[in-house]
């Protein structure tokens, strides 16, 4: 009994001692559960917290985005009375930045930050020539992922020590590590809890890129014409990249690009370049995922992504500085990478000036498509041309000329030269403008020789005498010379009806008698035996001796009967050519070049004559080149090779005698080194997507020519904004800096260094031609200076005429930018934008890069603007760590 009740008094604490043991886990079981409780409530605020926060950053992100596509389409030509180029800078594009900084070791500037909102204009932030050393923070070498912000109980910028930030404070919006914007505060806009945001915006222009979809090859040695002639976005050189890599081709490109296609240059050219919205066939172009690659934190390579642009070529788009970040970054180092100026090319980073995709579009300054040289009638060339030369034209030396009156007559002049040059035909066009018809400046032949042989003892009767005229073409096309006659000055007013074709180049020889010449085997030939260059001899001496003293001479006027000017070329002749003599005379014109058109004395030689054939006499005088194209111009700039002045229908108003008067290439041409034909090239063009035969939006109409957000084909990609490109960039264009038989990139440093420094921006591509230095090879009258042929005429590329015989002369001065002018613009309509923002000074911030396209956008006709900007790419930017 005894040791039962001890067991149950065991039995009883044991029982007793479980409960308070259950008492205390259930305790403490109801503690875990409420502090879980607690902790998830916690977290749910938090979370709920940080989705505010990341709603409040994102709205912040696309409202910077709002306001930037507001200042896109206001700076859109024809609307709001913007200027028309784009330029990084306060006084035309504040919201544009520079796509590279500049400077020497150890000072290196931006040449302009971006202002979207006008925060830092506002409050007197310096945004030009702008140090990359940070400003009002804790670093001033480089700017760290999270930087302090501080600010005061009025909102404005404080530095680390609490003191003003006079100048603002920096930020690094593309997140770099280097200081490339400034802090703003997004004025009227607050999260939920009444917290301010801040931001800092860098935008780019995609335009100052090279694009890897359009750009090829450019060779200078290429026996191909259209391969090098500047007619095409692929001469510009982005194989050129690839040069610093090992084992890199031309067919890696290919293989990437073409897809399963058959590649062919010219198809991709039409299917792809052309057909910048859905390539036609299985192209396979790079895309946005490139782009996002290309663009992630401006020269920081995010390696953890592989992307097809990365593989294309070694040590091209796969190079260094990486993500995660391997050290702080330096600012001579991170300015090597930035801007190509290391001893090292390798040094320089290619992702920052390459892109999938730009655009600029057929835009002129009153926001009208730009006409077309190769396809536009005389009426329309007119309207563009005198819209270009406004007022800035005057007649030379009247001072009562307004402006307008010498201005239409140069225009209308120089669109009927325009036609001319461009058909395929010897029809003269006509212009009827302001009070006078305006006649095209044709293929025509020329008096080039005569020939007489007269007589010695019986000159009176005309039959004893010979006479011969020759006319050369000294064009490339044939002239049917139905219509032309010979206008004798004799009494009778002797008209001879021409027939028959002079082949181009080629000679027709007109004869009263051929039994007493000698015809080269290649010359036409026509009998008549009206035809007589003298008359009426006369005995005069007392007693008579038989031997005429007297007589007439006749000059000669080459006539039309056909649409245009009636005279065509004139030849005096003098009496002492027609003397008795019984052996031939020849008299001369030069046909070597083309002093042929000059109506000057011939110059008579002892040589027997050379009808049907070149003549050898050399008379001096200005060589101008007047060959026709008689097809479609190859560049826009291209035009500076047609004559402003033409053939009018009074005696002086040849186009000999016009040439004989003036005193330089100056008087007779445009001249591009005037800035008021400069201003051309913002209102004429070669490339024209609304006339091009090609489905170029992919949406199933060809050619649309409306100015319509939703179907207007007046879009071109690929082309370099001379305004916002590097020099590397800009080397690239097609004789730039290669050439045969050396390279040589100081012209594109000097294009860029006369763009930031005299400037302040191009208005127009025509400026480049300012461009004039001491050194040939860093000027772009190359082909007219030491650098060019010996002699100065080239004999072949660039020069689309080579060997014409004309030295030194406007073509072989505006070869570079003939060739160039196709490729180049000083607008865009393609940006990106690096957006950082901020709750508060202390809150969450978001990286966002969007890459912006205002290329739907259209003036209104009233001021406003029609279509939306376009966001191609919204995108938050990958941790850096």
């Known amino acids: 009994m005894k040791m039962e009740a001890r067991y149950m008094r065991r039995r009883k604490g044991f029982q007793c001692g479980s409960a308070f043991i259950l008492s205390v886990v259930l305790t403490s079981l109801l503690a875990v559960v409420g502090v879980t409780f607690m902790m998830i409530t916690r977290v749910d605020r938090i979370a709920t917290s940080g989705i505010s926060e990341n709603k409040a950053l ?8 709002a306001k930037l596509s507001e200042e896109l389409v206001l700076d859109v030509p024809g ?3 913007q200027e028309y180029y784009d330029y990084p800078a306060t006084d035309s594009d504040a919201w544009l930045a520079s796509l590279e900084p500049y400077g020497t070791f150890p000072d290196y500037y931006w040449g302009h930050i971006s202002d979207v909102t006008g925060y830092l204009g506002s409050n007197l932030f310096r945004t030009e020539d702008v140090d990359v050393k940070s400003v009002g923070l804790a670093t001033s070498v480089y700017v760290r992922e999270y930087p302090e912000l501080r600010v005061n109980s009025a909102g404005a910028f404080l530095k680390p020590s609490g003191m003003p930030a006079t100048d603002g404070v920096s930020a690094d919006a593309d997140g770099d590590g280097i200081a490339d914007s400034k802090w703003i505060e997004l004025e009227g806009i607050m999260t939920t809890k009444g917290e301010p945001i801040y931001a800092a915006i860098r935008v780019i222009d995609n335009g100052g890129m090279l694009n890897v979809n359009t750009g090829y090859k450019f060779d200078p040695d290429d026996s191909s014409p259209d391969r090098i002639d500047g007619s095409s976005q692929t001469q510009i050189d982005l194989f050129s990249l690839s040069e610093r890599g090992t084992g890199n081709t031309i067919n890696q490109l290919d293989d990437a690009r073409r897809g399963t296609e058959l ?12 057909r910048y919205e859905i390539p036609d066939g299985n192209y396979t172009p790079f895309d946005v995922g490139d782009e996002l690659k290309l663009r992630n934190r401006y020269i920081i390579n995010y390696n953890s992504i592989v992307t097809r642009v990365d593989k294309l070529w070694s040590r091209v788009f796969d190079g260094k500085p990486y993500v995660p970040r391997e050290s702080v970054s330096d600012p001579n180092n991170w300015f090597w990478y930035a801007n190509n100026s290391s001893s090292d090319p390798c040094d320089y980073d290619y992702r920052h000036i390459a892109t999938t995709y730009n655009m600029d579009r057929i835009l002129s300054p009153d926001g009208e498509r730009l006409v077309n040289v190769n396809t536009a009638d005389p009426c329309s060339l007119y309207v563009a041309i005198v819209k270009a030369f406004g007022f800035d034209i005057y007649e030379p030396n009247d001072v009562n000329d307004p402006g307008f009156s010498y201005a239409s007559a140069t225009s209308a002049q120089i669109a009927v030269n325009l036609v001319d040059y461009r058909d395929n035909d010897p029809n003269v066009t006509m212009f009827f403008a302001d009070g006078n018809m305006y006649y095209g400046f044709e293929s025509q032949p020329f008096i080039s020789e005569m020939a007489a042989i007269i007589d010695s003892n019986i000159p009176f009767d005309p039959s004893n005498n010979y006479y011969a005229v020759e006319l050369h073409n000294p064009f490339n096309l044939d002239i049917d010379l139905t219509g032309f006659e010979l206008l004798l000055s004799d009494v009778a007013k002797t008209r001879i009806p021409l027939s028959g074709t002079i082949e181009k180049y080629g000679y027709h020889v007109i004869a009263n008698d051929f039994s007493g010449f000698t015809i080269d085997a290649g010359a036409t030939t026509q009998t008549d035996a009206s035809l007589k260059l003298s008359g009426n001899y006369v005995d ?6 038989g031997i005429p003293d007297t007589w007439d001479n006749y000059n000669i006027t080459l006539i039309s009967d056909a649409n245009g000017p009636n005279l065509i070329d004139y030849q005096g002749t003098e009496k002492v050519w027609f003397a008795p003599s019984g052996s031939g005379k020849s008299f001369q014109r ?6 042929v058109v000059y109506q000057t004395t011939m110059i008579y030689t002892e040589k027997p004559h050379s009808l049907g054939a070149k003549n050898e006499v050399t008379l001096g005088g200005e060589n101008y080149n007047l060959g026709l194209a008689n097809s479609r111009f190859v560049t826009v700039g291209d035009i500076l090779k047609v004559l402003r002045i033409g053939p009018t229908t009074d005696a002086n108003g040849m186009i000999g005698k016009q040439l004989e008067l003036a005193g330089t290439e100056e008087d007779v041409r445009m001249d591009v080194t005037e800035p008021v034909y400069q201003k051309l090239f913002n209102y004429l063009t070669v490339f024209d997507p609304a006339d091009d035969g090609i489905d170029n939006d992919g949406d199933g109409l060809i050619d649309e020519n409306k100015r319509d957000p939703n179907s207007a084909e007046w879009k071109v990609p690929g082309r370099i904004n001379i305004n916002t490109a590097p020099w590397y960039v800009l080397a690239q264009l097609p004789w730039v800096s290669e050439k045969r038989g050396f390279s040589d990139s100081s012209l594109a440093e000097e294009i860029v260094k006369y ?6 921006g191009y208005r127009n591509i025509g400026q480049l031609n300012d461009i004039v230095t001491a050194e040939p090879n860093s000027s772009m009258d190359y082909y007219a200076r030491a650098g060019g042929q010996a002699g100065g005429d080239e004999a072949e590329f660039p020069d689309l005429t080579g060997g014409d015989g004309a030295a030194d002369d406007f073509e072989e001065r505006d070869l570079i930018f003939s ?3 196709n490729l180049v613009t000083v607008r865009s309509d393609v940006f990106t934008a690096y957006i950082l923002v901020r709750v508060g000074t202390d809150g969450g911030q978001k990286r966002v890069i969007a890459i912006l396209d205002r290329s739907d956008v259209y003036p209104d006709g009233s001021g406003g603007a029609i279509g939306d900007v376009i966001i191609r790419v919204f995108h938050s930017v990958p941790d850096a760590r």
Do not use: F, K
């Open 755 to 760: 763009r930031d420094d005299t400037l302040g």
């Open 540 to 545: 005069t001496s007392l007693p008579l001796d």
């Open 79 to 81: 609307v709001a009375g």
């Open 263 to 274: 590649w062919d240059l010219d198809n991709y050219i039409r299917d792809v370049v052309w």
């Open 590 to 595: 030069e046909t070597t070049n083309w002093n």
């Open 58 to 65: 994102d709205s912040a992100a696309r409202t910077i985005i």
């Open 819 to 821: 060739r160039i002018s």
